[in-house]
């Protein structure tokens, strides 16, 4: 059983910085695909970026290229995302998801882009004033 808990988050003021991270438990570093969604008051879910562990390939939501980033810590069991350049639309809480099982990178850019993951933290709030 996968156990994700983020930190980090917070409030900027616009063109500021955060960074979140996600400490996951109770999984194999193999085969798995992290990501981070967000979710705005009275929108939708949608996908900021994603990583496959094995390989390090990286995915991100057009949106957020460029400004975002997202890396792993093995040693730390940990996925952060670096978010540079904030602008109030990127304020939302600010989930972790994983899955398990991906075999290949290409798995884990679908996964992102379907929004089908098992295993989800309980969210960490990123403000933005303008």
């Known amino acids: 059983q996968v156990q994700l808990g983020e930190s980090g988050g917070g409030s900027v003021q616009a063109g500021g910085t955060l960074r979140v991270s996600c400490e996951a438990s109770g999984y194999s570093k193999s085969y798995l695909c992290m990501s981070w969604f967000r979710q705005a008051p009275g929108k939708e879910r949608e996908g900021v970026a994603a990583i496959y562990i094995d390989d390090g390939s990286t995915y991100y939501d057009d949106s957020v290229k460029g400004r975002f980033t997202i890396s792993q810590d093995t040693a730390q069991n940990t996925v952060s995302l670096q978010m540079t350049s904030l602008k109030p639309e990127d304020t939302a809480i600010y989930y972790c998801?994983?899955?398990?099982?991906?075999?290949?990178?290409?798995?884990?850019?679908?996964?992102?882009?379907?929004?089908?993951?098992?295993?989800w933290g309980q969210g960490t709030q990123v403000t933005v004033s303008s």
């Open positions: 998801a994983a899955q398990t099982g991906v075999h290949a990178g290409e798995f884990c850019s679908y996964l992102f882009k379907a929004h089908n993951f098992n295993y």
